[in-house]
C-alpha cells in the first residue's frame, strides 16, 4: 500500500511512518514535511496527491498550541481545519483513504464517564473549534478515519525532541524539580506508538469509516500518572499540586477528558493500559531507563 504522510516531521507523524515502513510486509510511504509541501496551497495539495497517488493519506500536520490559538485563530483554523479540506477533496479524486487525528478537547470536559463517539462535541476554546472543524472536513472524504487522540507521549529514538505535558514533567522531575500537577483533570494518554500501530492496523484492515477513540485504555488523573511516572523512574514523588480552578490559562480546558476506546476494540485494535504504556516509555527513555518495580497486589 502506498501511504502519503503529511506532518511527517512530528512526532505522530515520524512514528506513523515508521511503523509502516517497519511492517511486514512494509508499505510503501512517502513523508512529506512542511519544507516538501506548502499544505496551506490548496493547488499544491491537490497537485502533489494527484503526482503520488496514494491509496491512503495520514494527516499529522496540527497546531497544537492551545492557549496560542486564542490570539491567532486564523493560523489554528488554517492548519486544523482547512488544511483538511484540501487533503479531503484530494483524497476523493485518488480514491485514498485519509486519516486525520482529532482531540479529546472538542468535548467540553462535564461528563463523569468516558466520553464515547457518539457524545455530541461542545467545543470551549478556538483551539477545540478548529480541530472539531478539522473533522467535520474529513469526514466528507468518502473513506475517512478520524482518530482522537489525548496528552500524546512518546517518540522515536532520534526522532524529533519530545513536547507536551509529559516529556515537560519527565523532565522537570529529572532535574530535581517539582512539576505542577492537576488533581481534578482527568485524562485517557495516548503512546504515539501505539496509536501509530493503531493507525497502521485500520489502514490494512479497513473496519468501517468514522471516528475512533485512539486512547490507551483507562483513565486516570495528571496526579495519577505523575506518580506512577516517579515510581517507575524510582525517583522522589515530588509533586507541586494543583486544582484546575487554581490556574488561570488563556484557553478553557476541560476537566474531564476520558476517552472510551471500545469502538476501536469491536474495529479488532485492542489498545494497551495507559501504566502498560507509561512503563515501555519509561523503559526507552535514554539516561532514565530502569526496570520499573513490580506493584503490590490488593
Known amino acids: 500500500m502506498r501511504i502519503v504522510v503529511v506532518g511527517a516531521g512530528g512526532q505522530l ?4 511512518v515508521h511503523e509502516c515502513r517497519t511492517a511486514t510486509p512494509a508499505h510503501d510511504v512517502v513523508a512529506l514535511t512542511r ?14 496527491i494527484k503526482l503520488l497517488r496514494p491509496d491512503a ?20 483554523l488554517t492548519v486544523n481545519a482547512f488544511i ?12 485514498a483513504a485519509l486519516v486525520h487525528y482529532g482531540t479529546d478537547f472538542v468535548f467540553d470536559g ?22 472539531m472543524l478539522g473533522e467535520w472536513f474529513a469526514l466528507d472524504a468518502p473513506r475517512a478515519y478520524v482518530l482522537r487522540v489525548e496528552s500524546l507521549f512518546g ?36 503512546y504515539i506508538p501505539d496509536a ?21 485504555s483507562g483513565f486516570c488523573t495528571w496526579l495519577e500518572f ?41 474495529a479488532g485494535i485492542d489498545m494497551p493500559t495507559w501504566e502498560n504504556a507509561l512503563a515501555r516509555y519509561v523503559a526507552t527513555m535514554s539516561g532514565t531507563q530502569r526496570s520499573p518495580r513490580p506493584q503490590s497486589k490488593t
Not at 507536551?164 to 512539576?179: D, E, F, H
Request: glycine residues 6%; contains cysteine.
Open 13 to 16: 507523524g515520524a512514528a506513523v
Open 110 to 131: 462535564t461528563a463523569t464517564t468516558p466520553y464515547s463517539e457518539e457524545h455530541r462535541p461542545s467545543p470551549r476554546s478556538v483551539y477545540a473549534a478548529s480541530k
Open 155 to 190: 517518540s522515536l529514538p532520534g526522532g524529533p525532541p519530545p513536547r507536551g505535558t509529559i516529556p515537560t514533567i519527565v523532565n522537570t522531575l529529572v532535574a530535581g524539580g517539582s512539576p505542577r500537577v492537576f488533581e481534578d483533570r482527568i485524562v485517557s494518554p495516548t
Open 226 to 266: 505523575a506518580r506512577e511516572l516517579t515510581r517507575l523512574l524510582n525517583i522522589e514523588p515530588r509533586l507541586t499540586i494543583v486544582k484546575m480552578g487554581d490556574v488561570t490559562l488563556r484557553a478553557q480546558r476541560p476537566r474531564f477528558c476520558a476517552l472510551s476506546n471500545e469502538k476501536l476494540r469491536q
Open 35 to 48: 519544507s516538501d509541501l506548502d499544505l496551506a496551497d490548496d493547488a499544491a495539495v491537490a497537485a502533489a
Open 57 to 76: 493519506i495520514v494527516n499529522a500536520a496540527a497546531y497544537n498550541d492551545v492557549d496560542g490559538a486564542e490570539n491567532h485563530p486564523v493560523d489554528a
Open 196 to 216: 501509530a500501530r493503531a493507525t497502521r492496523i485500520l489502514l490494512e484492515s479497513r473496519p468501517a469509516t468514522g471516528i475512533y477513540h485512539c486512547v490507551n
Open 84 to 95: 483538511v479540506r484540501a487533503l479531503a477533496n484530494a483524497a476523493e479524486r485518488a480514491g
